[in-house]
């Protein structure tokens, strides 16, 4: 499974960015997606995954109620819609997906539980 992030970019405190990942599989209805974000000299860091069917959601808590995760199974995509941003935002953002097999989206939060990743794109948020 190949997959392309997108949208990430330079902003201000406060302001909003909207990351997008395609994945070009026929079966995208079997993976849970996430998202993870590694910043300079720090781990990388889970920050929000989301269910197949996009009723389950599971946020770091530094961002609930500024991102929100969502899922399109007809386009494929996943997206994350950052607002609020603060400096500590700043990191590369990473797509990730993994296999379905009937585990709850609450312990998808380490990425050794992940079977496919993107390149990443920078988010950068300035004070």
């Known amino acids: 499974v190949e997959l392309v992030e997108s949208g990430g970019g330079l902003v201000q405190a406060g302001g909003s960015l909207r990351l997008s990942c395609a994945a070009n599989?026929?079966?995208?209805?079997?993976?849970?997606m996430g998202w993870f974000r590694q910043a300079p000299g720090k781990e990388r860091e889970f920050v929000a995954a989301?269910?197949?069917?996009?009723?389950?959601?599971h946020y770091l808590d530094g961002v609930k109620g500024r991102f929100t995760i969502s899922r399109d199974n007809f386009e494929n995509t996943v997206t994350l819609q950052m607002n609020n941003l603060k400096p500590e935002d700043t990191a590369v953002y990473y797509c990730?997906?993994?296999?379905?097999?009937?585990?709850?989206?609450?312990?998808?939060?380490?990425?050794?539980?992940?079977?496919?990743w993107g390149q990443g794109t920078q988010v950068t948020v300035s004070s």
């Open positions: 989301i269910s197949w069917s996009g009723e389950d959601k």
């Open positions: 990730a997906a993994a296999f379905y097999t009937g585990q709850p989206i609450g312990i998808m939060v380490q990425s050794p539980k992940y079977n496919y």
């Open positions: 599989t026929r079966t995208f209805v079997g993976y849970i």
